[in-house]
């Protein structure tokens, strides 16, 4: 269960979203009926993380996202959304793990989803 793994440690309350953790290695993609991890792209701005699936649409938002006067960017990390359901609270729960290593910067491989990626 998310919420016992990630809520106590991160001071987060139970619930669908438990919010962002950091970690030091992200675990592999998995699809079961109860469990679901997807790697992909978390990207900061402000406090708030945004996740993509593919490293292109991640870098579009990363580089647009300073032109919003708000805008306090953390930068553009390799992530994963990890999906459970939690038999305690009855519902599924999802945490946002974001690895400690970033895309090269004129990346043009996709280096989680290994699919080209226009460098602009």
Request: negative net charge.
């Amino acid at each position: 269960m998310l919420c016992q793994l990630h809520g106590p440690a991160a001071g987060l309350d139970a619930g669908r979203c438990l919010g962002a953790v950091r970690v030091s290695s992200l675990p592999e993609p998995l699809q079961e009926d109860d469990h679901i991890i997807q790697r992909g792209y978390a990207v900061g701005d402000g406090g708030h993380w945004r996740f993509f699936s593919a490293l292109g649409p991640a870098m579009t938002f990363r580089r647009a996202a300073p032109l919003a006067e708000e805008w306090a960017g953390h930068g553009t990390y390799e992530a994963a959304l990890d999906l459970q359901f939690c038999l305690l609270h009855r519902e599924d729960e999802l945490v946002l793990l974001i690895g400690s290593r970033r895309p090269p910067r004129h990346a043009t491989t996709d280096p989680v989803n290994q699919s080209s990626v226009p460098d602009r």
